[in-house]
């Protein structure tokens, strides 16, 4: 592979409708016009990658992706800055945890640089898509899942990998002070030697029953627990978690194996050490968290990830308890690490990491 073919859709929608499909668009749900294909076989390698109008894919309903589950994904997001351009947030570091999950997933490697150039060609393809609402961006998710035809256990031999793109906007509903959380009880997201640490759609799946039972009962999201003692704070359904306590220090439970390494986490561990605060990353006991927050030791708690960015965490239950977290609002801390954030993300304010990439 060595580089991308254009082929522009020949009949985008129209400049009206497409417009009415981004006043409003949500999250994840008014796709643009285009995709970026590459497809891969064992002994050739990977193809040269096509930027392609976007349609239905015709799958065989052998392929081993439908039964073996071999699929993993990333999550981005291009941002407009103030003279009109785009750009991506640390791609380089998406497409190195997605061979990295490709690695757990027994998957082939995709070409890194390639991966970066494909989302900014679609990013600047359908630059048109970006939606006029505050907060607004074009959600990137390359993903790539087994393609080869067979029953059989064993890595597959084909592979698909696509880059989608959708405008969005907030993750969350708007007006909301802070998320409230219920700990999940039975179920486990993932366990030592699992997949907890790719980003495989398997470990959303399992998430999805007692994410659907919280929605039901008014909570917003999910906190799993350690699948071995179910005492200490893993991460919530698709987000990573931070505490702030009242000696200005920040926690958040380490990489080991069983969460994901957050792009946005590790991004607000950069900024939070930066500004010389003391950072832990240490495993954090629910019955630390609700005494914590009884006391006041425990002054804030925000989620983050590259969707819903830094978002602050009002409550957290369980079945015979309700901790609240300061007074419900967002705390000084995690609105500082979040404008901060969100500047360089849309290059309102200088980034000395290197972390944004423009797209010309």
């Keep these: 592979m060595t580089r991308i073919i254009t082929q522009p859709h020949p009949n985008p929608v129209s400049a009206t409708e497409r417009a ?3 006043a409003d668009p ?3 749900k008014v796709f643009t016009d285009h995709m970026v294909v590459a497809r891969y076989t064992a002994g050739t390698g990977w193809s040269d990658a096509e930027l392609t109008a976007r349609g239905p894919l ?4 052998a392929s081993a992706v439908l039964h073996y589950a071999q699929e993993i994904f990333e999550g981005l997001k291009a941002y407009r800055h103030a003279d009109g351009a785009m750009a991506l947030f640390r791609p380089d570091a998406n497409a190195a945890r997605f061979n990295q999950s490709a690695t757990r997933m027994a998957m082939p490697h995709f070409p890194e640089e390639i991966f970066v150039d494909a989302c900014k060609a679609i990013a600047r393809m359908d630059a048109a898509w970006f939606p006029p609402v505050e907060g607004g961006s074009l959600y990137l998710r390359p993903f790539m899942f087994a393609s080869e035809v067979f029953l059989g256990v ?4 084909e592979y698909l990998f696509i880059v989608l793109a959708a405008a969005s906007g907030g993750y969350f509903k708007p007006g909301a002070s802070g998320i409230n959380l219920l700990v999940s009880d039975h179920d486990s997201r993932s366990g030592p030697g699992g997949t907890g640490a790719a980003k495989c759609g398997g470990n959303y799946a399992a998430s999805l029953r007692f994410q ?3 929605i039901a009962k008014g909570y917003d999201q999910i ?3 350690d699948a071995v003692e179910r005492r200490y704070v893993e991460e919530l359904g698709g987000m990573n978690l931070f505490f702030v306590f009242d000696d200005g220090s920040i926690l958040t439970p380490p990489l080991d194996g069983c969460i994901l390494p957050g792009i946005t986490r590790d991004s607000i ?3 939070a050490r930066d500004k010389g605060l003391a950072v832990r990353e240490e495993r954090y006991a629910i019955d630390a968290w609700r005494a914590d927050a009884a006391s006041g030791k425990l002054r804030e708690v925000f989620a983050c990830g590259t969707a819903a960015v830094v978002t602050p965490v009002a409550s957290v239950s369980g079945d015979d308890f309700k901790a609240e977290i300061g007074a419900g609002a967002t705390g000084q801390l995690t609105e500082a690490l979040r404008s ?3 500047a360089i993300q849309r290059g309102t304010a200088a980034d000395p990491y290197g972390w944004v990439q423009r797209i010309d």
């Design 20 to 22: 009415e499909r981004i």
């Design 212 to 214: 659907a039972e919280s």
């Design 26 to 28: 949500g999250f994840g």
């Design 154 to 157: 064993k890595p597959s031999s």
């Design 58 to 61: 015709s799958i065989d309903p």
């Design 269 to 271: 561990l950069t900024l």
């Design 223 to 225: 906190v799993f627990l």
């Design 340 to 342: 901060q954030l969100v």
